[in-house]
């Protein structure tokens, strides 16, 4: 009872919160605004723009989990690399981080990767990303440390007053963020610690970590890096060309609310929602876009997003299907030692 009470406290936390989140976020707004605006005034030819750099950032990271897994002695298809992060994605928003686990069972069903090895990979991956949010971080924070600074002091991370500190609803969303992360770091390090006490399982996952000392091409690695980068980037701030209350905001200021939006995405709540509105909204505000324009900004952009998140998803589990079904030679090979043991029993 126990076991089954934290798996449904795992699957409905990150829902909740977002849930509560987005409550605090839209409680005054006019969502017949939000409806007026995606049926007349978004401009639908810069969404699919921006669409198609969404997709690309995920085939781009299916190329490079690709090179990250040759050292280890596995040939997986590239594209069941690609449909496995399409996977990845869907799954997080069921279960928020679930997904780096997913993708690892997908190439141990179908192309027989080691699940601890390939997990040491997205390991890698992990670390990687880690340290190109925190450099494009400080590129920014150097370049518009102004907007950080009112951005911080507008959500009640600077404000002189305790009590007005606590009356604040951001300071509870900021609260519930931060307590949001603290759990996820807590469950991650409980599942390693399982990892650590299954028999070779800790060594393989470090073979897997450090494949990236071995990978053909470590240029090729760098570039697509850094194409995932771009293209995550411009997923986002093309989004500002398809509405006319947004379509003044300059580059940097993409580059603000990127960076607000990706670290908001670290909370666990399905696709970053709930912190990621917030986090865009407030410092869209700061830009001189109103709360009313802002929010809409938040709710279509993430709307959609969410929706390419799904078919890609859908996508990603149908052509894994269709990509590794056995083709009739394949089916009689597998087949010829079950016939020889039937004619040789009769």
Known sequence: MNKLLKRTLNILSPILLGAFILYWVYQD????????????????????????????????????????????????????????????????????????????????????????????????????????????????FLTQTPVFLKFFQETGTKIPSLIHLLTSPWFYVTLFSVTGVIILIYYLLKLFSVFERMKGVAQNIWQGITSLRQ??????????????????????YLTFFCFS?????SFLAGLVMFVGGTFAVIV???????????????????YGVNDDDASTFALIVHGVQTLLVIVLGVW????????????????????????RFHNNAS
């Open 215 to 236: 990978v053909r091409s470590l240029p090729l690695f760098l570039f697509y890096t850094l194409l995932i980068w771009v293209c995550y980037f411009y997923h986002f």
């Open 29 to 140: 707004f006019n969502f017949a605004q939000a409806e007026d605006v995606l049926l007349h005034d978004t401009d639908w030819g810069w969404m699919l723009f921006s669409l198609f750099f969404g997709v690309m950032s995920h085939v781009l990271r299916g190329w490079r989990w690709k090179q990250t897994l040759q050292p280890l002695g596995v040939k997986p298809k590239t594209s069941n690399c690609v449909d496995a992060i399409f996977l990845s994605y869907a799954a997080n928003l069921a279960l928020p981080r679930v997904g780096e686990v997913s993708r690892c069972g997908v190439l141990l069903r179908y192309d027989k990767v080691p699940f601890a090895q390939s997990l040491g990979t997205v390991v890698t991956e992990r670390l990687i990303d880690t340290i190109c949010i925190l450099l494009i971080t400080g590129i920014t």
């Open 268 to 286: 666990p709540t399905p696709n970053g929602a709930g912190p990621w509105h917030f986090a865009v909204i407030t410092m869209m505000m700061l």
């Open 316 to 339: 990603g589990w149908l052509h894994l299907g269709i990509a590794n079904r056995k083709t009739p030679c394949e089916r009689s090979s597998w087949d010829g030692p079950q016939s």
């Open 245 to 249: 209350f947004t379509a003044h905001l």
